[in-house]
């Protein structure tokens, strides 16, 4: 599968961003699916993580209550709302997918990976 990242840019903190992983293949349904990201200088970290048909989503606990992940399978499209940004949210994003079953935070797990794209959020 190929995924492409979308809908970063620059936004001041307390405002809105929804980025888009576009997935191409018609077995996108059978993988499971997470966002990650990685602002200069540190390692790529977990933010979210979504099943296969969206009945179970995970948070990494800074962004718990202002992201949200959901999936429509019929578009082949993975989102990641984000509210309320802060600028410590700046980083790239990337998404992941996953199609042995594992549905988790741990990035090594994922076999595919899109190009990232950039989020800037200013103070």
């Known amino acids: 599968v ?11 903190a307390g405002g809105s ?12 349904s059978s993988y499971n699916v997470g966002w ?7 390692e790529r970290r977990f933010v979210a993580v979504i099943n296969r048909s969206g009945g179970y989503t995970s948070y990494a606990d800074s962004v718990k209550g202002r992201f949200t992940i959901s999936r429509d399978n019929a578009k082949n499209t993975v989102y990641l709302q984000m509210n309320s940004l802060k600028p410590e949210d700046t980083a790239v994003y990337y998404c992941a ?27």
Do not use: E, I, M, N
């Open 97 to 123: 997918a996953d199609p042995s079953g594992y549905v988790g935070s741990s990035k090594g797990a994922y076999d595919y990976w899109g190009q990232g794209t950039q989020v800037t959020v200013s103070s």
């Open 17 to 28: 961003l929804r980025l888009s992983c576009a997935a191409s293949g018609r077995t996108f």
């Open 36 to 42: 990650f990201r990685q602002a200069p200088g540190k």
């Open 2 to 12: 190929q995924l492409q990242a979308s809908g970063g840019g620059l936004v001041q």
